[in-house]
């Protein structure tokens, strides 16, 4: 009995282990691995890259009519540009890249928007050209998330202000 239930426990292991190995696709960019956290379900990237898209600040909800500081800020990459980026095609929590969540923006929301800028919107949008570095992908609330640092950005003109209902994560 005991070489059984061992026998399905290594079945099991080498099972559910061999469907963590990722597969990502192919891009066009100078991304490399540097780093694959198992424990934590992490892969990060060394490399730059320049790229072109939306910037989302999703508001803090303080009231039916007012929003505060940015909660949640993303970037949604125009759709010539998601093949700059790897993604999980297979394995753990595959998932396409839709939108990357950037890191390192405490003075972006103020220095387009100003400090005293009234926050009537759940969402501002605003397009442009960025520079992200630290790339990254992890699994978070059972879905594939996808990372970078902020390094620069160039806006276009067009500015958007979007009232939603309040987005949460999980």
Request: glycine letters at 4%; a negative charge.
């Given at each position: 009995?005991?070489?059984?239930?061992?026998?399905i426990?290594i079945?099991f292991?080498?099972?559910t282990?061999a469907?963590?190995?990722?597969?990502?696709?192919?891009?066009?960019?100078?991304?490399r691995?540097i780093?694959?956290?198992?424990t934590?379900?992490v892969?990060?990237?060394?490399?730059?890259?320049?790229?072109?898209?939306t910037?989302?600040?999703?508001?803090?909800?303080?009231?039916?009519?007012e929003?505060?500081?940015?909660?949640?800020?993303?970037?949604?990459p125009?759709?010539?540009?998601?093949?700059?980026f790897?993604?999980?095609?297979?394995?753990?929590?595959?998932?396409?890249?839709?939108q990357?969540?950037?890191?390192?923006?405490?003075?972006?929301?103020?220095r387009?928007?100003g400090?005293?800028?009234?926050?009537k919107?759940?969402?501002?949008?605003?397009?442009?050209t960025?520079?992200l570095?630290?790339?990254?992908?992890?699994?978070?609330?059972?879905?594939?998330?996808?990372?970078?640092?902020?390094?620069?950005?160039?806006?276009?003109d067009?500015?958007?202000?979007?009232n939603?209902?309040?987005?949460?994560?999980c």
């Amino acid at each position: 009995m005991k070489y059984i239930i061992t026998l399905i426990l290594i079945s099991f292991s080498q099972f559910t282990m061999a469907d963590n190995t990722l597969r990502f696709s192919d891009y066009t960019s100078n991304l490399r691995v540097i780093e694959i956290d198992n424990t934590q379900s992490v892969v990060r990237f060394s490399g730059e890259v320049e790229v072109s898209g939306t910037i989302v600040f999703r508001l803090d909800m303080l009231s039916e009519t007012e929003y505060g500081e940015p909660l949640f800020v993303d970037f949604i990459p125009a759709p010539n540009q998601t093949s700059l980026f790897p993604e999980v095609i297979s394995g753990f929590y595959a998932g396409s890249l839709k939108q990357i969540s950037l890191l390192n923006t405490d003075e972006l929301y103020t220095r387009l928007f100003g400090s005293e800028s009234e926050h009537k919107s759940r969402e501002q949008r605003i397009a442009g050209t960025l520079r992200l570095n630290s790339f990254s992908t992890r699994v978070e609330c059972d879905s594939r998330q996808y990372s970078a640092n902020l390094v620069s950005f160039s806006q276009n003109d067009s500015v958007s202000a979007i009232n939603r209902q309040p987005i949460y994560g999980c």
